[in-house]
C-alpha cells in the first residue's frame, strides 16, 4: 500500500535534483567570493521552486489521475491515495523550496546547519506521525496531515537559517539581474543534466 500512497512523493523527489544544481551553483559563489552571484545562486532556484510546486498545486487533479492510472490500484487504495495526495499536494513548493535552502547551504559549507535543518524536520514529521495515527486515529489522512506539517516547518526553519547564514545585500540587484532569461536557462539545463544522468 505504501508504494501505491506515494506518487506525489514520488514525483517530488524525481526533481530533488534542485538541491544538487543549487548546491553546485552556491559552491561556486562561494569559491569565487562573489556576493551577488551567492545571492543569485539562491534567488533563481528558488523562483523555479516555487513556479513548479504551484503548478503542481494547479494542475494536482491532472497529476494525481496519471499517477493512479499507471499504479492501477484497487479501489480502496484509490480512495486512500486521493486522500493523502489531496492533503500533501499543498506542500509542493515548500518541499522543492527545502531543497533549494538546503543545496544552498551545502554549497556555502553550512553542514551543521543543513543538517540541523533536515533532522528536524523529521523528528517532527515522525512524533507527529505517532501522534495523528497512533493516538488520534487519523489514519493516512494523519500520516499526510504530519507529512504537511513538518515540510511548513521544515521550510520556516530554512527560512530562517538563510537570514542567519545568508546575510544578503540586495542593493545591487535589480529585477533585469534577477531575472536573466540566459540565466535560468542555464539553471535549466544543468538541472536536466543532472536529470539525466
Given at each position: 500500500m505504501d508504494s501505491k500512497l506515494t506518487h506525489k512523493s514520488y514525483l517530488i523527489?524525481?526533481?530533488?535534483f534542485l538541491r544538487v544544481s543549487t548546491s553546485a551553483y552556491s559552491a561556486h559563489a562561494l569559491g569565487t567570493n562573489d556576493e551577488k552571484d551567492r545571492i543569485l545562486a539562491f534567488i533563481r532556484p528558488m523562483c523555479i521552486a516555487i513556479t513548479?510546486?504551484?503548478t503542481f498545486i494547479l494542475f494536482q487533479k491532472m497529476i494525481g489521475n496519471f499517477a493512479l492510472s499507471i499504479l492501477n490500484p484497487?479501489?480502496?487504495?484509490?480512495?486512500?491515495?486521493?486522500?493523502?495526495f489531496s492533503?500533501?499536494?499543498?506542500?509542493?513548493?515548500?518541499?522543492?523550496?527545502?531543497y533549494v535552502i538546503l543545496g544552498w547551504l551545502m554549497g556555502q559549507a553550512k553542514l551543521?546547519?543543513?543538517?540541523?535543518?533536515?533532522i528536524t524536520t523529521n523528528v517532527v514529521n515522525i512524533v507527529l506521525d505517532l501522534l495523528l495515527v497512533q493516538v488520534f486515529n487519523y489514519n493516512v489522512g494523519g500520516v499526510a496531515v504530519a507529512t504537511l506539517i513538518s515540510q511548513i516547518i521544515g521550510f520556516g526553519i530554512g527560512c530562517i537559517l538563510m537570514i542567519t547564514c545568508g546575510n544578503f545585500n540586495f542593493r545591487n540587484l535589480t529585477k533585469n539581474v534577477v531575472f536573466n532569461k540566459e540565466a535560468f536557462k542555464s539553471i535549466m539545463k544543468c538541472n536536466t543534466d543532472l536529470q539525466i544522468l
Open positions: 523527489q524525481y526533481i530533488g513548479l510546486g504551484l484497487s479501489e480502496d487504495i484509490k480512495n486512500l491515495a486521493d486522500k493523502y492533503i500533501l499536494i499543498w506542500g509542493a513548493p515548500l518541499v522543492l523550496g527545502n551543521k546547519e543543513s543538517l540541523f535543518m533536515q
